[in-house]
């Protein structure tokens, strides 16, 4: 029965998908590609790269993108909800002791630490988003002007404070701008 | 915050974290940190690292943690569904055409854009966040950070990994150190 399959493979993605962002990749494709076979490699490329252009982590784009491939809509829920499973059980056993009135001091003392680590963490990944998306290559250099251009508007207006939300839609119009200008320009 | 004025708040945020990963971190702080006022860096920081502690999207869980924060339990679901209900009806949706879709030069150049305003808005929480973890503890504080942040670059080191590392560190470091004399 696909359903149970499709269940009881995504289980196994959103529980052993630790770290985030495309670290989750070769656990995916090692469950999704090599042992049930529902993708083929360059379709898993293609996961990837449908990805980055559509909101949501990767794990639940390609629970999504399979679910649908194997069982329609149906399949995609009973797909993206398997993936998610095994975190919600997690954090709301977790969150009962975290959130409880009186904290332990084990916790506080592990956030005492976790806190400016988990800075650096985001820190290390705003810098990867950074280099992958306005340099086109790092040897040799090579930026892309369009992702450049609308890096410099957005930051300059983002130190002005303005909303998250309208400054990424402005990016985007950076980004038409851009490649009508190299449209024009024959590029 | 009513449950469903928390819902259309996530899945709002959901629709635009592309990627995946830490970019719901400044969408998340813009809502409830700085606009709404319900949370405090640190607490927000707390709830990030809370996170890590489990296999799944960051994102997911973000959102169910800061529920959890806000509306308890019920809270906590309403986070789950409105974070993963964005990206099931976009490519349930966007399936059948996404080879277009993918390949498209407009879409692309939107993307390219998108890509830089999301690194700006990225570096710029970024920056306000370790003002906020380096008030207290600031020699401590600011040894881990750096730490932290140049594993990650530059060690392919699991992030869960270093997330438990750091929580040990901080058991050990506060127990013999105590809270107001650590440096």
């Known amino acids: 029965m696909i359903f149970l399959r499709l269940f009881i493979a995504f289980l196994e993605v959103g529980a052993f998908a630790f770290g985030g962002g495309y670290a989750a990749l070769p656990l995916i494709e090692r469950v999704i590609v090599d042992r049930y076979g529902w993708l083929t490699l360059k379709e898993m490329t293609d996961v990837v790269s449908i990805s980055q252009i559509t909101p949501?982590?990767?794990?639940?784009?390609?629970?999504?993108?399979?679910?649908?491939?194997?069982?329609?809509?149906?399949?995609?829920?009973?797909?993206?909800?398997?993936?998610?499973?095994?975190?919600?059980?997690?954090?709301l056993i977790l969150g009962y002791f975290f959130f409880r009135g009186k904290r332990s001091s084990v916790i506080e003392r592990a956030c005492g630490s976790l806190r400016p680590g988990v800075t650096g963490l985001i820190g290390a990944a705003a810098i990867s988003i950074f280099?992958?998306?306005?340099?086109?290559?790092?040897?040799?250099?090579?930026?892309?002007?369009?992702?450049?251009?609308?890096?410099?508007v957005i930051f300059l207006l983002r130190l002005k404070r303005i909303n998250i939300i309208s400054l990424v839609m402005l990016g985007a119009g950076v980004g038409l701008l851009g490649g009508l200008?190299?449209?024009?320009?024959g590029l | 915050m009513s449950l469903w004025k928390y819902f259309i708040k996530i899945f709002k945020i959901s629709m635009l974290?592309?990627?995946g990963g830490y970019t719901i971190v400044p969408l998340i702080r813009e809502e409830f940190v700085r606009r709404e006022s319900l949370l405090s860096d640190d607490e927000m920081l707390s709830l990030i690292a809370l996170s890590q502690t489990v296999p799944g999207p960051i994102a997911?869980?973000?959102?169910l943690l800061t529920g959890y924060r806000l509306k308890g339990r019920p809270g906590a679901v309403v986070g789950v569904a409105a974070a993963a209900l964005p990206p099931l009806i976009t490519i349930s949706v966007l399936y059948t055409f996404y080879a277009w879709f993918a390949?498209?030069?407009?879409?692309?150049?939107?993307?390219?854009?998108?890509?830089?305003?999301?690194?700006?808005?990225?570096?710029?929480?970024?920056?306000?966040?370790?003002?906020?973890?380096?008030?207290?503890?600031?020699?401590f504080?600011?040894?881990?950070?750096?730490?932290?942040?140049?594993?990650?670059?530059?060690?392919?080191?699991?992030?869960?990994?270093?997330?438990?590392?750091?929580?040990?560190?901080?058991?050990?470091?506060?127990?013999?150190?105590?809270?107001?004399?650590?440096?």
Not at chain 2, 60 to 63: G, L, N
């Open chain 1, 56 to 91: 949501g982590p990767i794990a639940l784009n390609a629970a999504t993108f399979v679910g649908t491939r194997m069982a329609g809509i149906p399949g995609a829920v009973v797909a993206s909800a398997a993936t998610v499973l095994p975190q919600t059980v997690l954090l």
């Open chain 1, 131 to 152: 280099f992958s998306s306005v340099f086109v290559s790092t040897a040799p250099i090579a930026l892309d002007p369009v992702a450049l251009a609308a890096f410099a």
């Open chain 1, 181 to 185: 200008a190299e449209q024009l320009a």
């Open chain 2, 17 to 19: 974290t592309f990627g």
């Open chain 2, 60 to 63: 997911v869980s973000t959102a």
């Open chain 2, 103 to 139: 390949e498209n030069f407009w879409v692309r150049a939107a993307l390219r854009g998108m890509g830089g305003a999301v690194s700006a808005v990225m570096l710029i929480a970024v920056y306000d966040l370790a003002k906020a973890s380096l008030k207290k503890h600031r020699i």
């Open chain 2, 141 to 183: 504080s600011a040894v881990l950070m750096v730490s932290a942040f140049l594993t990650s670059l530059l060690a392919s080191v699991n992030t869960g990994l270093i997330v438990l590392i750091l929580g040990l560190l901080g058991i050990i470091a506060f127990k013999f150190v105590p809270e107001d004399r650590m440096p």
